[in-house]
């Protein structure tokens, strides 16, 4: 086995590559640089080395380092700055998909999120939020604009409606807490939600709220939140940091129509001798005919 080893200096001392691996050269360095990330090795705002000095120090080629500091930023661990280099930057916030607050999921992520209130008021709802909430146009709503930060870096600006008749909070309250967190206190609880996510590039405002260049790419969410008793009680727009946010989902794979009790193409197969009568399990060797007859 040939091996390449780093000889000085954090983060790449001790670093040991193995070329006969199957596992490619780049994805091995990325695995070590982001074990030195998480560990804290390398912190939120070091400086690496260029490519060819980190390509000499490994023993690799200069495309395999670029490949692997590529690796790293498209995974939100590293940014590249023009005419400063490539730094490490905070891990993405990484949500996954269900009914509950931001702010709810980052405390219990361990993050340390703050907000910042920038509106808090009543305003005629336009059509699509008296949709929205099954209001009349030109109802009163309660808008909240707020900008959520983890670790004192923004990361989401976030649009509420609620219905005037609902409920109403101070700054001071919506600061220091989500606002499910405080419906469940008022005993409105959020059950349900149609949720849409997409994505756009920022306005001015959006860029120079979230310290993101004009145009960047952002998250977009918009959800309808509905309450024990089937009410609309929240609109929402949001839109998240893209080099900040990830969204996480788990899938499960819906069942064939062959696996569906009742599914009589089922039973044709079973007596035509493709499964087995039992278990549904194919027979150790299938039978001549591959469409059972009559079929066609």
Same mark, same amino acid.
């Given at each position: 086995m040939?091996?390449?080893r780093?000889?000085n200096?954090?983060p790449?001392?001790?670093i040991?590559?193995d ?5 490619p ?5 990325a695995q $070590? ?11 939120t #705002?070091?400086?690496l ?5 980190i390509a000499e120090t ?9 490949a692997?500091l590529?690796?790293l930023?498209?995974? #939100?661990l590293?940014k590249?700055?023009p %005419?400063?280099?490539?730094v490490?930057?905070q ?14 999921d980052?405390? !219990?992520?361990?993050k340390?999120p +703050?907000?910042?209130v920038?509106r808090?008021e009543?305003? !005629?709802a336009?059509?699509?939020v008296? +949709?929205?909430l099954?209001l009349?146009?030109g109802?009163?709503v309660?808008f909240? !604009?707020?900008?959520?930060f983890?670790?004192?870096e &923004?990361i989401?600006l976030? $649009?509420n409606y609620?219905p005037?008749?609902l409920?109403?909070f101070?700054n001071d309250m919506l600061e220091? $807490?989500g606002l499910y967190?405080l419906?469940?206190?008022g %005993? ?6 149609t949720?849409?996510?997409?994505a ?9 709220h979230l310290?993101? &260049?004009r145009?960047?790419?952002l ?7 509905y309450d ?8 929402a727009q $949001?839109?998240y940091?893209a080099?900040?946010?990830?969204v996480h989902?788990?899938?499960n ?6 696996e569906?009790?009742g599914?009589p193409?089922?039973?044709?197969l079973?007596?035509d %001798?493709?499964l ?6 194919p027979? !150790?060797?299938? &039978?001549?005919?591959l469409?059972?007859? #009559?079929?066609?």
């Amino acid at each position: 086995m040939t091996m390449a080893r780093a000889a000085n200096g954090d983060p790449f001392e001790g670093i040991v590559l193995d070329r006969s691996s199957p596992m490619p050269l780049y994805f091995q360095v990325a695995q $070590h640089l982001e074990a030195a990330i998480r560990v804290g090795r390398l912190t939120t #705002g070091s400086r690496l080395d260029n490519e060819l000095r980190i390509a000499e120090t490994l023993g690799v080629s200069r495309p395999t380092v670029r490949a692997a500091l590529r690796y790293l930023v498209d995974k #939100g661990l590293l940014k590249r700055r023009p %005419g400063y280099g490539t730094v490490v930057t905070q891990e993405k916030v990484d949500r996954t998909v269900q009914l509950s607050s931001l702010y709810d999921d980052l405390v !219990e992520a361990a993050k340390a999120p +703050t907000t910042k209130v920038l509106r808090n008021e009543a305003v !005629e709802a336009a059509q699509p939020v008296a +949709t929205a909430l099954n209001l009349e146009p030109g109802q009163l709503v309660i808008f909240l !604009e707020r900008l959520r930060f983890v670790d004192g870096e &923004p990361i989401a600006l976030m $649009h509420n409606y609620l219905p005037a008749s609902l409920v109403t909070f101070n700054n001071d309250m919506l600061e220091k $807490h989500g606002l499910y967190e405080l419906l469940r206190v008022g %005993g409105i609880r959020p059950t349900r939600a149609t949720q849409r996510m997409s994505a756009k590039n920022a306005t001015n405002a959006e860029a120079s709220h979230l310290g993101e &260049p004009r145009r960047a790419a952002l998250l977009t969410m918009e959800r309808t939140t509905y309450d024990q008793l089937g009410r609309a009680i929240e609109f929402a727009q $949001h839109v998240y940091r893209a080099s900040r946010y990830a969204v996480h989902t788990t899938l499960n794979a819906p069942s064939s129509r062959f696996e569906r009790a009742g599914n009589p193409e089922l039973a044709m197969l079973r007596l035509d %001798g493709w499964l087995d009568p039992a278990d549904g399990s194919p027979p !150790e060797r299938a &039978p001549g005919n591959l469409v059972p007859e #009559g079929s066609l």
